[in-house]
């Protein structure tokens, strides 16, 4: 099983080189679907991304037929018209690939593929003060959801020694 994050017609490049960071964190693959509000050669795109932009696993597709066509799994719609919280999903009893998958900032997702899937529309919950939460924030929180729930598998819980090391902080102890 591989967690998917799909991004529908994203429109800002520094909400996607953000996103294209996590998944490179948290081994995940990126699916984007255009039309793309940038090039993904811009700079304010790899800024965000920053060293991490040659180790991202990514697929481009040029709609969302194209998506459909070439990916099978467990599909979660992420919307502020979805009725069940995010957090409601037991990803442990999935044995299909799961995906994730988020609108475009301004509009999200559209509303005849949410339509569609209503059964599998999910949402953050917050106030009724905000219409959402920013489009990586959003990744992030979903993902550290499934992933937590699968006990975080192959990420490490500490320092990796290919950076300070797991005992880094030592030196800084008992003085």
Known sequence: MKLNIVLYN??????????????VAINAKLHLIKP??????????????????DSIDYTVYENYEEFLSKNNGQFYF?????????SSCDFT???????????????????????????????IPTTDKVRSLNLSNCVA???FEVLRQLN????????????????????????
């Open 36 to 53: 793309l509000g940038f090039s993904l050669d811009e700079k304010h795109l790899r800024r965000s991304a920053v060293d991490y932009y």
């Open 10 to 23: 994203p429109e800002i490049p520094q909400n996607t080189g953000n996103i294209m960071r996590t998944c």
């Open 93 to 123: 009893k999935s044995n299909e690939d799961i995906y994730l998958i988020f609108g475009k900032e301004s509009t999200g997702i559209p509303y005849e593929i949410l339509a569609n899937n209503f059964e599998n529309c999910y949402r």
């Open 141 to 143: 929180i979903c993902s």
């Open 78 to 86: 992420l919307t502020r018209y979805g009725n069940k919280p995010h």
């Open 152 to 175: 975080y598998p192959g990420l490490i819980d500490h320092e990796p020694d290919t950076l300070k090391g797991e005992n880094f902080l030592n030196q800084y102890m008992n003085k």
